[in-house]
């Protein structure tokens, strides 16, 4: 193996060109003259972030244990005042564990979207491993909820050169894993579009940074939630102001606390009294995105 200094130009440009931004997917208007489209998502990890690292600490899992019971149920009582559809990606033994809260979502109108098996690495498996747990997961939320996924997001946001053709073989409508913009773009493969959307994420619009907490390493809650509040309503007047997509990424382990579920009734607040925004599952975005630009839809049935 010879040292990235030392690679060839067909090497370095080839890893950077095997997944790649296409061209830009916003649509001229948003459905209704919105200015701007809001993307609520959950990633419902629940007792899968200590599965994941085969652990079998009791307490860990207990944490994950109040993402669902806790922490569910009250991001849904502000969505339901609101009266907001959202979207929730959840591994396969997390809906395993959970079946009738991806059920109940599912029937409310909530997207339930693939976020891997037990919320493995992707970039740690190799190509078989990793295309045998997305078809399951995919298989197995589908049972549990009665529909078949039609979007992805993979856990930790961990994308390995092998994702894409996967994605492809399932015959997805849109990834939201990656960061190349802002704004909905298409996916394309060595130059080659994919006709998958991707909904682009921003660990910036990602709750968990900022809350996080190790007891024995040096990672503590640094931000303020009223902090929080304030960049995420700053993504939010952004995309307002230049027309395009407000996508954000919560977890229910680490939002659904009474000191912090302000920050979702804040930003529904903000979005729902604009009168000028458009708040739908990643799935409708997605949709409304490659239909505006001529693409044929994917995954709809
Ligand atoms: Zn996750």
Redesign the pocket.
Known sequence: MTEPHEWDEPTWRGRVEAVRAGRNLLPKSWPGGARCAVALSF?S?HETNELRDGGNSVARLSWGEYGARRGIPRIRQVLDRYDAKASF?VPAVSALLHPEEQKSLADDGHEIGL?GWI?ELNTKLDATTERDLMHRAADTLEKVTGRRPVGMRT??WDYSPNTLTIAQELGLLYDSSLFSDDDPYEIVANGTPTGIVELPVEWIRDDAVYFMMNRFGAQRPYTAPSDVLDIFLRELEGARAEGGLFLLTM?PHVTGYRSRIFILEEILKRATEAGDCWIATHAEIAQYCAEQAGMTVKGMK
């Open positions: 990633d990890d990606f976020h919320h856990p930790s977890h």
